[in-house]
């Protein structure tokens, strides 16, 4: 079986969209290294998506100050509430090579989705955000640095955790170690190295670990040796709405959906078995910032 | 002599200690008349009684002491050997884990509280004497921060680190939001004691800690160093206003109303984000750096302040 057809039959790469010449053409197999790509997945949050859409522009014109370059690419899952309208306004108002949308004819799902993001992106690094997240722009240069400094395969910096206007804890802030083994404490939305992804076959989209994906990619990373690195800086928002993605994942009821258990369950014995016991036993992770370098923990 | 704790077991390491230890230490050499040795709490279990019959012990952390000396009949009875005891603290006086200093049956003559402020007034243990040590500057330190001329913009503006809490999530949202959104904000999660009676199920990672050289490379590249306290005793955490003098940073405590006029004498105390959000702009951080070493040199070297407490004793 050819490396794709492997990768495909473990749902990770997105290889019967990529079959079809409609969607072929938008694959980037060569990826530029002087910019980043922001990949902006969206399923019913027509009403987040002026928020996240105005943040990873604001990013653009930032990496623009700094140097560097930038595209948004916008993928609408099968929405039903009226995002796609929505997007099209914004993708006329900003009629520009920077910003492209894509609505997809069937729903597919949040890790399927990522991995599209990944193939068609322009540039070899990605920020990986939810519609209902938020970049801080001034600090999107930063994190760009970060990755390309290190030759990280991901890099995390600090969620500020919103519950209305109360913060209610930072996310991602804590630098990867043996206990991410025990459970994730490292969001997708990050900066990732899109080559380095998309060579150990993107973000698994089996059902069975529905809402736990980005975890088994951060395990699979760090067991195939890539570095994760963490910056000590703010990266953006999270907000906890009724209605956010990370809400909807954690109150998943549907019948056919494994619970939560099970997911993280399944995660936790794939790489229980598989050499997460060989990791260094003090670190993995590292913590970086492009004014000081690698920063000294004990 | 400086009683350590040994650093095994499940008993963690504790940077704040290590600082406190080196500080006495270094004040001890720079007062020539001192003679000064470093034991940790198992080595001054196997030492005779000759030994120290003539020693006055400063011990850091009795009860982590206790607990790494491998044999407590053996490390109690050295201890009481001693000439004199003297308990070296930093933790906030009146608080639950300065009165767990105590718990042992330990019987120390004084507790030195090194420090900027006394807190004599919270300390109701009779039976031990309380002497107030100012935390002053080493020789080294002294002659550093004379010299240090930090330039009015770094690449790092302000940078926060301690584990989080509610108001040091939500300082730390604020200025990122009404300051400058690069600040260096490293708050991981407070690390949980393992069971010590349970068997270890993997090996304890890093504590998620930055050492305290990593902390002088962050500040050494940042015009602030703020911080908030994790707890709601009047306290005032010397070891940062230190850790940023040193690194050229400026020290800055936002503190509630009480707190900052109980250590109005301090500077870089500022009772809301918004009074040191006000001073960043309108004074600047070497003017602020200058008020902040002024006050810190003036006020005489650790030496000299560690010399008074122990003739008092």
């Known amino acids: 079986m050819s490396d794709a057809r492997t990768l495909g039959s473990l749902h990770r790469l997105e290889s019967s969209l990529l079959d079809d010449q409609k969607w072929s053409d938008l694959h980037r197999d060569k990826k530029l290294e002087d910019g980043l790509t922001i990949v902006i997945p969206n399923w019913n949050h027509q009403l987040y998506l002026p928020r996240s859409i105005r943040s990873a522009l604001e990013g653009l014109k930032r990496l623009e100050e700094g140097g560097f370059s930038g595209e948004i690419i916008i993928i609408d899952d099968g929405s039903r509430d009226g995002s796609q309208k929505l997007l099209r306004s914004i993708q006329m108002l900003y009629a520009e090579s920077r910003l492209r949308t894509l609505f997809l004819p069937r729903n597919l799902g949040l890790p399927r989705v990522r991995n599209l993001g990944l193939e068609m992106s322009k540039y070899r690094y990605v920020c990986l955000m939810d519609a209902d997240n938020e970049l801080i722009a001034d600090n999107v240069p930063l994190f760009l640095q970060s990755i390309i400094e290190t030759g990280a395969a991901l890099v995390h910096g600090n969620l500020i955790d919103k519950q209305g206007e109360k913060v209610s804890q930072l996310l991602s802030g804590r630098v990867a170690n043996l206990r991410l083994t025990d459970r994730n404490y490292i969001d997708a939305f990050a900066l990732v190295d899109a080559t380095e992804l998309l060579k150990l076959g993107g973000f698994m989209s089996d059902p069975r670990l529905y809402g736990y994906e980005d975890w088994e990619m951060l395990l699979h990373l760090i067991f195939e040796g890539r570095k994760v690195v963490f910056v000590p800086a703010a990266m953006g928002y999270y907000y906890r709405n009724p209605r956010s993605m990370l809400e909807e994942t954690v109150q998943s009821d549907e019948k056919s959906r494994p619970s939560a258990a099970e997911s993280a369950s399944l995660v936790w014995r794939m790489f229980a078995q598989t050499g997460t016991r060989e990791w260094d036993p003090m670190q993995v992770g590292y913590v970086y910032h492009p004014a000081v370098g690698y920063i000294d923990q004990c | 002599m400086i009683v350590r704790p040994a650093i095994e077991g499940f008993f963690r390491h504790s940077v704040l200690h290590d600082e406190l230890v080196w500080r006495l230490l270094i004040a001890c050499k720079d007062d020539a008349q001192q003679r000064v040795e470093v034991r940790t709490s198992r080595e001054l279990c196997g030492l005779a009684e000759e030994e120290l019959e003539d020693a006055t012990l400063l011990v850091v952390s009795p009860f982590e002491c206790v607990g790494t000396s491998g044999d407590r009949p053996a490390f109690v009875s050295a201890f009481a050997s001693a000439r004199k005891r003297v308990l070296a603290s930093v933790e906030p006086v009146g608080s639950s884990w300065y009165e767990r200093q105590f718990m042992y049956p330990l019987r120390f003559d004084?507790?030195?509280?090194?420090?900027?402020?006394?807190?004599?007034?919270?300390h109701h243990l009779s039976e031990v004497a309380y002497h107030f040590v100012f935390n002053g500057p080493t020789k080294d330190e002294e002659r550093t921060i004379s010299e240090l001329?930090?330039?009015?913009?770094?690449?790092?503006?302000?940078?926060?680190?301690g584990y989080p809490t509610a108001q040091r999530l939500d300082l730390a949202a604020r200025l990122t939001e009404e300051l400058d959104s690069g600040g260096f904000v490293f708050m991981p999660g407070k690390p949980s004691l393992p069971n010590p009676d349970g068997p270890l199920q993997r090996p304890l990672a890093?504590?998620?800690k930055i050492s305290p050289s990593g902390l002088a490379a962050v500040l050494s590249k940042s015009s602030y160093y703020v911080w908030t306290s994790s707890h709601d005793f009047a306290h005032y955490e010397s070891f940062r206003f230190v850790a940023a003098l040193r690194s050229g940073a400026v020290p800055c405590k936002?503190?509630?109303?009480?707190t900052s006029q109980d250590h109005s004498q301090?500077?870089?105390?500022?009772?809301?984000?918004?009074?040191?959000?006000?001073a960043v702009q309108e004074e600047g951080a070497p003017s602020l750096?200058?008020?902040?070493?002024?006050?810190?040199?003036?006020?005489?070297?650790?030496?000299?302040?560690l010399k008074e407490a122990l003739e008092l004793v």
């Open chain 2, 254 to 258: 936002i503190a509630d109303g009480d």
């Open chain 2, 266 to 278: 301090i500077p870089g105390i500022f009772s809301s984000v918004e009074s040191f959000c006000s």
């Open chain 2, 110 to 122: 004084a507790v030195f509280d090194v420090g900027f402020v006394s807190r004599e007034d919270k």
């Open chain 2, 149 to 161: 001329s930090p330039a009015r913009e770094r690449p790092i503006r302000w940078a926060m680190v």
């Open chain 2, 206 to 208: 890093r504590h998620e």
């Open chain 2, 289 to 305: 750096y200058r008020l902040a070493r002024d006050f810190y040199v003036s006020k005489g070297l650790l030496a000299t302040h």
